[in-house]
């Protein structure tokens, strides 16, 4: 079996009495997609930090491609960071840079990063994977909030990593334009075989990621699978609950739960609202 792209056994990480994360283990494989949901505050942001070492954990193992990062200095880490892209709760582009070096800001600031000559091509490849090309010269201010979760992911995709991490990208969106950002995330993983870690509260964009594919040839998502059978890898879902992980396994072993913290983020319950 390859060894997962990224994997925790028994990651703890507290700050002072808060527990952020209780032996929290898990793996996901290459090209597949983790759901991970929790109330606020339940160790999501720092489960994805402390997986490209952003923060570092008290306790266990943190494999990143295969490697143990734990221990690794800054300098080493960013050999990895260059493979992985993230997209930041609330978007965190930089105000005062335009769209057009947001994007171009990991290229000009991680090592091993394309020839200079290169970098506006990179550029204007992610903004039109966004449909943003025409938005350059523009600062985050003049742009909605959809359009700069856009920006956001343009800018975690400009390196083409293997691994995507997106922190809540569509909290905050209107039902249109966080579908828009769930195809992007869709897209991406289906035409690059990427490694997707999503945070949502959303029902719907767990459902998308489960069971829906981005097919090249409509230009739109497709169909798949139940829990993404015959695409991907199968779509996981990781629940925390103070720093604990209560509930990992597919979409229907998650419908077959009955804790009542779990059953909040159930996709069952959704559906049979949103029908009503
Ligand atoms: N840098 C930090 N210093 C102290 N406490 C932190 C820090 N980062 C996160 N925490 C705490 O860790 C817990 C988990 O935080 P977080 O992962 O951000 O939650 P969420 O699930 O809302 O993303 C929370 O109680 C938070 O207050
Ligand atoms: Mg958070």
Redesign the pocket.
């Known amino acids: 079996m390859p060894s997962p792209i990224l994997e925790f056994s028994n990651v703890t990480l507290h700050?002072?009495d808060?527990v952020?994360l209780e032996k929290v283990s898990f793996r996901v494989e290459e090209g597949a997609s983790l759901v991970i949901m929790?109330?606020?505050?339940?160790?999501?942001?720092?489960?994805l930090k402390v997986s490209i070492g952003l923060?570092k954990p008290d306790a266990g193992d943190v494999y990143l491609f295969g490697e143990r990062i734990n221990d690794l200095p800054d300098q080493d880490l960013a050999r990895f960071r260059q493979h992985v892209g993230m997209v930041f709760q609330e978007s965190a582009l930089f105000d005062s840079l335009t769209v057009a070096e947001n994007v171009a800001y990991p290229l000009l600031n991680q090592q091993g990063q394309a020839p200079p000559g290169d970098v506006d091509a990179r550029v204007r490849e992610a903004l039109q994977f966004v449909e943003l090309e025409h938005t350059l010269e523009k600062l985050p201010s003049e742009l909605s909030g959809g359009m700069r979760r856009r920006v956001a992911i343009a800018r975690a995709i400009v390196n083409h990593p293997r691994l995507l991490l997106y922190d809540s990208p569509t909290a905050g969106l209107d039902p249109i334009t966080a579908h828009t950002i769930m195809t992007l995330i869709l897209k991406r993983r289906d035409i690059g075989n990427v490694t997707s870690l999503v945070?949502t509260h959303r029902l719907q964009d767990a459902h998308l990621l489960a069971n829906f594919r981005y097919d090249a040839a409509k230009g739109d998502l497709v169909a798949a699978g139940r829990n993404g059978a015959g695409t991907q890898p199968p779509t996981r879902f990781l629940i925390?609950n103070r720093?604990r992980v209560v509930f990992d396994g597919d979409e229907d072993a998650l419908s077959r739960q009955q804790d009542p913290y779990i059953r909040r983020f159930m996709i069952a319950k959704g559906v049979r609202a949103a029908k009503k």
């Open positions: 700050f002072d808060v952020a929790g109330v606020a505050g339940s160790g999501k942001s720092v489960l923060v945070v925390l720093g």
